[in-house]
Each structure stands twice: as structure tokens, then as C-alpha cells.
T-cell receptor, first 123, second 113 residues
Framework: GAVVSQHPSWVICKSGTSVKIECRSL??????MFWYRQFPKQSLMLMAT?????????EQGVEKDKFLINHASLTLSTLTVTSAHPEDSSFYIC???????????????????FGPGTRLTVT | AQSVTQPDIHITVSEGASLELRCNYS??????LFWYVQSPGQGLQLLLK??????LVQGIKGFEAEFKRSQSSFNLRKPSVHWSDAAEYFC???????????FGKGTRLHILP
């Protein structure tokens, strides 16, 4: 259990266009989803936290108008990179937290399940 | 402010040798501690976690970690590494009532044949 998927797994787009990345919890309901950005050979940087049905909370320095997050349901969150530029090229990873504290194979209030990531290349 | 320090950027060990990856944390409240592994181009897989109770935690793939409050450490160990253990390892810390998990910068593990 506790599987999170991301789509697409990789995408190449031209500068100035917008790209949407989906994050889905496949077998559990996720009240909270997180979006991270990872530069090559570096750690994960939290971009924003999204709760189902409410606006996302962005970390300091992350442009909310550029990185649009929509958490439309308990199983889906989307990240849209608007007017992408080459410096937006990165590995984007989402994670999801269960609605309930206890799910099969997991326990504790901060169990986050990570998606496989989406590699974005902007040319 | 909370932080996680992984002092070793790279670690190289021979296959079959023992491994210890270091992690130190700074957190005002009682921490929840995690170790994740990331293979190249992949997402993160949880190896183990500590919330409370026994300070020696067993995880998947033969890994274990020990929480030492006095040293603010949560080092990851494995008695005998396999070539498939070559990956990036991240230590992370969170706390009850706080949504965020803070990640260390990671340690890249290289395995010599």
C-alpha cells in the first residue's frame, strides 16, 4: 500500500510554455501533498504544501504565480510550471501524507510517501 | 531553527564491508527521524523511521539506525553492504504538529567490488 505516482516521469518543453505535473495517491487518501524540487546532486527543497480544498502554502522564495499548485481531490495534486525557463529545469518530486494516522505498513503522524519524480528539461 | 547535517558528502566502502552514515539534527521539540534512499533518477524510498520507543530501529534491506538524544544523532548502519546499496542517502527530521520534513544534503554511497 501507500503508492504515489507522478506523471509524466520526464518532460521536455520549450522556454515560455507551461507544463503540468500530476501527483496521485493510488491506494490511500492524502489530505496533504508536498512538492519538492531537487537540483542535481543536491537535497530536496520543499516548495509548497497543499491541503485538499485549500490554497497551497509556499515556502519562502518560491514564486506562487510561477509554480501553480492545485489539490483538487484527496488523491490528486498538480504542479504547473508557468512560462518555463531553462533555470526551471530540475527534478520535481511530490509526496503525500495519509488522511489517517495508520495505514497498512505505516504509522505515525508524519509518514510521507514519495512519488518517483518528474524530470523537467526546459530548452 | 531545525536542521539536519550529514557531514559526509561521499562515502566509499568495499562490498561486504560494514557501513555507517552519520546524521546530526538540531530540533527544539522531540524529533521524528527518517532515513531515505534514492537511486539515480528515482524518487525516495523510506528505509526506516524513529518516532519513539526503542532507540535502535530496524529498517528494510538490512539497515538499522540508532537514535542518540545526548549526541543529537541518528546514524545509519549496515553490517555488510551489497553493490546494490550504491545510492544517495538522506536523513530527515520532522516533529509532531509540524507538516514539514527537513532533509539533510545527502550522502552518496559508492561501493567498490
Amino acid at each position: 500500500g501507500a503508492v504515489v505516482s507522478q506523471h509524466p516521469s520526464w518532460v521536455i518543453c520549450k522556454s515560455g510554455t507551461s507544463v503540468k505535473i500530476e501527483c496521485r495517491s493510488l491506494d490511500f487518501q492524502a489530505t496533504t501533498m508536498f512538492w519538492y524540487r531537487q537540483f542535481p546532486k543536491q537535497s530536496l527543497m520543499l516548495m509548497a504544501t497543499s491541503n485538499e480544498g485549500s490554497k497551497a502554502t509556499y515556502e519562502q522564495g518560491v514564486e506562487k504565480d510561477k509554480f501553480l499548485i492545485n489539490h483538487a481531490s484527496l488523491t490528486l495534486s498538480t504542479l504547473t510550471v508557468t512560462s518555463a525557463h531553462p533555470e526551471d529545469s530540475s527534478f520535481y518530486i511530490c509526496s503525500a501524507r495519509s488522511r489517517t494516522r495508520w495505514i497498512a505498513g505505516g504509522r505515525g503522524p508524519h509518514e510521507q510517501y514519495f512519488g518517483p519524480g518528474t524530470r523537467l528539461t526546459v530548452t | 531553527a531545525q536542521s539536519v547535517t550529514q557531514p559526509d558528502i561521499h562515502i566509499t566502502v568495499s562490498e561486504g564491508a560494514s557501513l555507517e552514515l552519520r546524521c546530526n539534527y538540531s530540533y527544539g521539540a522531540t524529533p521524528y527521524l527518517f532515513w531515505y534512499v534514492q537511486s539515480p533518477g528515482q524518487g525516495l524510498q523510506l528505509l526506516l523511521k524513529y518516532f519513539s520507543g526503542d532507540t535502535l530501529v530496524q529498517g528494510i534491506k538490512g539497515f538499522e539506525a540508532e537514535f542518540k538524544r545526548s549526541q543529537s544523532s541518528f546514524n545509519l548502519r549496515k553490517p555488510s553492504v551489497h553493490w546494490s546499496d550504491a545510492a544517495e542517502y538522506f536523513c530527515a527530521v520532522g516533529a509532531l504538529g509540524d507538516d514539514k520534513i527537513i532533509f539533510g544534503k545527502g550522502t552518496r554511497l559508492h561501493i567498490l567490488p
